[in-house]
């Protein structure tokens, strides 16, 4: 049996929740006071995921900003955010381009863009 403690941040309050496991299967949650916590317990301890927030390459745009911010669309497996940022060390993007523009689909994972954050001419 393994117990893993955790800090929900799903919202602010951050909750501590415990986590039981026995031969890698949740056999108990713990001190989350909303479903939300317990799901995001969950996940956190099998199978982690995060948005990945970042900036890339920008080109061509009349205000001379030199860097666009993006994310994914839905969070990615943790253990492929340093590939994902590696990957995106030498993407561009030219502008003009709109706030929720897909620059990457399929980006690392099956299902999830990269989407523009910004709307930039
Ligand atoms: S368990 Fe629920 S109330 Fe507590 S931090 Fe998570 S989402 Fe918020």
Do not use: W
Not at 56 to 80: H, M, Q, W
Not at 100 to 114: A, H, I, N, R
């Amino acid at each position: 049996m393994e117990t893993r403690e955790l800090t929900c941040v799903v919202c602010p309050a951050g909750c501590k929740i415990t986590v039981t496991l026995e031969d890698g299967k949740v056999t108990d949650v713990k001190g989350q006071t909303c479903p939300r916590g317990k799901t995001y317990a969950q996940n956190e301890v099998t199978h982690p995921v995060r948005t990945l927030t970042t900036t890339v390459l920008l080109e061509n745009a009349a205000a001379g900003t030199k860097t666009l911010p993006v994310k994914t669309n839905k969070p990615l497996s943790k253990e492929l955010l340093f590939a994902a940022m590696d990957e995106l060390a030498g993407f561009a993007v030219k502008a003009p381009v709109t706030v929720g523009t897909v620059l990457l689909k399929d980006f690392m994972e099956p299902g999830v863009d990269l989407v523009a954050c910004k709307t930039v001419h």
